[in-house]
């Protein structure tokens, strides 16, 4: 009899313990990208997207009764430093990365959270390799790039057919696919560029890639790569080429293109997926963003926050944390999100949004081409 109490007491504190744990319990996640280097703006973005989601989230009860937590952790845009960032991680526990931004960072980081078991959403990776070759457990709210690549050789040879078009690129996975897509859709319209070269990213003189230009008396620069760059190239350019048309993609969807292109960025033309500031289903979100955070959403910063809604929900709808329940819930679910209501397809390709649309460049900010 003895005995028995004794165990039954003992079974009593386990489950008074084991209850005070779950009250307690914390869900970890990591949101992953570049917060220094010449792209640490966009990390930025995603980085106040999920912080803002994940406060959200809490403020309304948590996730399966949880509090979610969140470390960031900074990739540089790099693709060795990626893969340290993941390890970092994975060594802290997390069930679900938002991230990474750039494409041959979440390319080199994925294959260590496939390993780990851990799901990652990218709001930004548009290269096709990132889902096509990443694991089940790799996800993007965004579109691809061979979406992206066929709009703008359709533009290059919709309105410069007759015009002398270059074609850049900075040689890293995001920069030469896009090039490379817009390549391939130009010359199958029957358009051939006169340029078709690369840069080395991250210099402060750039009149090598100029003179070239000059060379070949290039009208229209389309330009594969990140912001900083684009943005620095077209003002050194545009000193010998006043007329010079820029074009490019998503990377220029932030404030940081014109501060390094100056007077010389505006009517600049760059693909970006929707504004979905416009969008009904974020009016609320944004209208927090703006009074209480005094902050912009632009860039990625809602898809970010939508990449975070997209998960929480699949959790949701699984009941569990466990990955396999999770995974097989975002790609056979839908979710209700600021990016309007949203599916995965089964690569992990977002499914239910527009791919990409135009943008220009005004005085200050950029502009939906209507």
């Known amino acids: 009899m003895t005995i028995r109490i004794l165990g039954g007491l003992i079974g009593a504190i386990a489950s008074i313990v084991w209850a005070a744990t779950l009250a307690h319990a914390e869900i970890k996640i990591g949101i992953a990208g570049p917060l220094s280097g010449s792209t ?25 009764g949880q509090e979610v937590v969140a470390t960031s952790v900074d990739d540089a ?42 799901i990652m959403i990218s709001p930004s990776s548009t290269n096709p390799k990132v889902t096509d070759e990443g694991g089940r457990n790799v996800f993007r709210v965004i579109g691809r790039d061979d979406q992206q690549g066929v709009i703008a050789g359709d533009f290059l040879a919709d309105n410069y057919a007759n015009n002398n078009v270059a074609i850049i690129h900075d040689g890293q996975a995001y920069g030469l696919g896009l090039a490379e897509f817009t390549k391939n859709q130009l010359n199958k319209r029957g358009v051939t560029e ?5 840069y080395t990213p991250e210099q402060m003189d750039y009149k090598s890639v100029v ?19 684009i943005g620095l190239i077209l003002r050194q350019a545009k000193k010998k080429i006043p ?13 940081e293109f014109l501060t390094m292109a100056g007077d010389a960025g505006k009517g600049t033309y760059f693909t970006f997926g929707p504004d979905f500031r416009r969008a009904p289903e974020a009016a609320t979100v944004v209208a927090a963003f703006r009074n209480e955070d005094d902050y912009e959403p632009d860039g990625i910063t809602l898809y970010s926050y939508g990449a975070l809604q997209a998960w929480a929900q699949a959790v949701q709808q699984a009941g569990s944390l466990q990955p396999d329940a999770v995974i097989n819930a975002l790609k056979s679910g839908s ?32 502009v939906l081409v209507e």
């Open 77 to 118: 845009c790099e693709p060795e430093q990626a893969k340290a960032a993941a390890r970092q991680l994975v060594s802290e526990g997390v069930v679900f990365v938002v991230g990474h931004v750039c494409s041959g960072a979440s390319m080199a980081a994925s294959g260590i959270y496939e390993k780990a078991r851990i």
């Open 243 to 255: 007329n010079l048309q820029l074009l490019s993609g998503d990377s220029l969807a932030n404030g």
């Open 40 to 64: 640490f703006n966009v990390g930025e973005q995603q980085e106040i997207g999920a912080l803002r989601a994940i406060a959200d989230l809490n403020d309304n009860g948590g996730l399966l």
């Open 335 to 366: 979710f209700d999100t600021v990016l309007g209501k949203i599916g995965f397809d089964e690569k992990g390709d977002v499914t239910g949004n527009s791919a990409f649309v135009w943008y220009v460049f005004g005085e200050e900010e950029y």
């Open 211 to 229: 003179d070239k230009l000059v060379s070949a008396k290039v009208d229209v620069l389309y330009a594969g790569g990140y912001q900083a760059d």
């Open 194 to 198: 006169v340029i078709f070269d690369s």
